[in-house]
């Protein structure tokens, strides 16, 4: 059984119910999140059920939920939920389309990326400035210079941005310039990460890492949740198989059964999946018919230069069909291509 405070709870609040909880044979244990505060009950629930906590002061929702992954599940939950980017919607009726370089290498190529996510009706920006490379030696991002870049490119075009963070101990530099924290396939299971990206406050796009399960993902989900923070979108990537012909094998039936079982929004990277420019639009086409509240893409403006992922990343002559395609489709499943942002000029 968990508790979920409500933002306002106070630390008598917490106390009481501490107390009330032992005093019924049970433990209780507390995280303080930057939001909120969660605490979960180990004991006999039948033992809990007589306490009345739901009308204990400062608590907003106890949930009794028979699956391990308790707050990101979609028991007790009627409706999907919406995560909002620096209110850019993901989920409810959108499809929201996020692209950009893999990598940030200078001002002027992620300056001319962005402009072609606007043109492949990206609502959000994305672009690595934290690489986590298969190899040391490969390009590994340019760090802090990258955030900075990103900023200015965000100041330039109003799309907010999403930014992979690698490591716990980058946390709180990232967030500091990122709208949206991105934990990537390989970091999946880094608790201490995901711990840390729970107390950011900023909202995570969580990938599914290559070889986990559908369940694992969703637990992966729960460590950031039970830190208090519930913006959460997950994102299926592609997994190992034993097909060589594709980078990774997009498991689409992933989207469906993941919205099944949770209530965060989950979109679909077609760029990671499949490795390849010519599948990128295909896989996006049966993202957003599959029901994917969006789709995260690469693109460059010159991806035989790119110092990172340049097979994957899609042409000029490529955006207007991601836009027209994610816009169709959406439509068709009663959803709306979320529009970019007002397009001033955002200072943060
Ligand atoms: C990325 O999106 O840049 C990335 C490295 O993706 P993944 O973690 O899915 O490989
Ligand atoms: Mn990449």
Known sequence: MVI???????????????????????EAYVTRGVSRTIIGLVGDVERFQDLGLAAKPGVSDVLRIS?????????????????????????????????????????????????????????LLRGGAYKPRTSPYAFQGLGEEGLK??????????????????????????????????????????????????????????????????????MAAEYIAQRGNLDIVLCERGIRTFEKA????????????????????????????????????????????????GVIVDVHPSPESALCDGPQALLREDLAELRDLAGTLATLNGRVLTPAPDLQPTRI
């Not at 499809?95 to 962005?114: F, S, W, Y």
């Not at 980058?170 to 967030?175: C, G, K, Y």
């Not at 924290?181 to 909202?203: E, I, Y």
């Open 4 to 26: 979920v405070m409500a933002p306002d709870a106070t630390s008598d609040n917490i106390g009481d119910l501490v107390e009330l909880v032992a005093s019924a044979g049970g």
């Open 67 to 123: 699956v391990p992954y308790k707050l990101v599940s979609r028991e007790n939950h009627d409706s999907r939920s919406v995560v909002s980017v620096r209110g850019v919607p993901i989920g409810g009726d959108n499809v929201t389309v996020i692209a950009g370089p893999c990598a940030v290498e200078t001002p002027e190529q992620t300056l001319a990326a962005a402009r072609m996510a606007l043109e492949a009706g990206a609502s």
């Open 149 to 218: 870049i990103l900023s200015e490119v965000r100041t330039e075009t109003g799309l907010p941005i999403v930014t992979e963070v690698v490591d716990a101990a980058d946390v709180e530099l990232v967030a500091s310039y990122a709208d949206m924290l991105q934990v990537g396939t390989r970091n999946m299971q880094n608790f201490a990460l995901l711990q840390a990206v729970g107390d950011a406050g900023k909202p995570v796009l969580l990938k599914r890492g290559m070889s986990a399960t559908i369940e694992e993902w969703l």
């Open 246 to 293: 594709t980078r990774n094998t997009l498991d689409i039936s992933a989207v469906p059964v993941a919205q099944s079982l949770s209530h965060l929004p989950v979109i679909v990277d077609p760029s990671h999946s499949g490795g390849k420019r010519d599948l990128v639009l295909p896989l996006s086409r049966a993202a957003v018919a599959v029901g994917a509240d």
